[in-house]
């Protein structure tokens, strides 16, 4: 630094008026409105994100961008909610991680390997007390285009097994899915969003085996931000995930706006 020169005299210094003492603030306030404004402007160019119809193998690693109106308003959480009574679902951000389990987990299933060809176990029926769920489970897989497909909407009490998932009970994230609603009216996972943390879950199996899932968390997630790794990224544990629709019915396009999704882990085992 520059040697210093040795400063004046100090002279009496003049009284300020009220708005020459408020100035510094007032610039300070307009450089903050003008930042607030520059971020608003950025936020709304964020590229669009993964709505989940596109292939589960395209999950990432690395948080994606989410474009959020009234930007600044809120921040979304680090970790998906328990979900509860009365208590409004919200998305978590998008590189939080699966909840933590609610109950000690169990170990899951190994695959039994035979060397003769036999029909593989399949999930057969899905039971959840606290909804008055009681349903069969089918199968669903992925179209040409990479979207999941549902069950049939003539069959609206059936939920669907993605056949791409894990089995219920063994290692990794088993899917299944089901309506909210039909034309006829309220579907099988109409009442899914009242779930919360601590819930059952049971998961029955063509092979006599019996799986009991406990719930960690419940979110509600627009479909233009769909949390795709969450859902279908890998486990150290067998989990599960109930995805049905939420929000609001789009009209035109005959969809609802977003998915409610169920996270929840294996807390006990039969067979």
Not at 53 to 70: C, R, Y
Not at 113 to 121: C, E, H, I, P
Request: charged share 20%; aromatic share 4%.
């Amino acid at each position: 630094m520059a040697e210093q020169q040795k400063p004046p005299t100090p002279q009496p210094a003049p009284q300020k008026t009220p708005m020459q003492r408020a100035l510094p603030g007032l610039l300070i306030a307009g450089s903050l409105g003008g930042v607030g404004i520059v971020m608003v402007s950025l936020l709304s160019l964020a590229p669009p994100v993964d709505d989940g119809s596109g292939s589960l193998a395209a999950a990432q690693d690395q948080p994606t961008k989410v474009e959020v109106q009234n930007a600044g308003a809120f921040v979304l959480p680090a970790t998906v909610g328990p979900g509860g009574k009365d208590v409004p679902l919200t998305p978590a951000r998008l590189d939080a991680p699966p909840p933590l389990a609610a109950v000690p987990v169990v170990s899951p299933f190994t695959p039994v390997k035979t060397k003769t060809a036999k029909v593989k176990a399949q999930p057969i029926r899905i039971k959840i007390p606290k909804i008055k769920v009681n349903a069969p489970i089918g199968a669903v897989t992925m179209d040409a285009k990479g979207k999941l497909g549902t069950p049939p909407l003539t069959k609206p009490s059936q939920t669907g097994w993605y056949r791409g998932s894990p089995l219920p009970g063994e290692l990794g994230s088993a899917i299944i899915n089901g309506h909210v609603s039909t034309r006829k009216g309220p579907a099988v996972f109409d009442r899914l969003r009242e779930l919360a943390k601590g819930d059952q879950i049971y998961v029955y199996r063509s092979d006599k085996k019996v799986t009991r899932y406990t719930v960690s968390g419940i979110e509600q997630a627009s479909k233009t931000s769909f949390p795709t790794s969450r859902v279908y990224g890998n486990t150290n544990n067998s989990q599960l995930r109930l995805i049905t629709c939420g929000g609001v019915f789009n009209q035109t396009a005959h969809s609802y706006t977003d998915n409610i999704v169920v996270y929840a882990t294996l807390s006990k085992k039969k067979g």
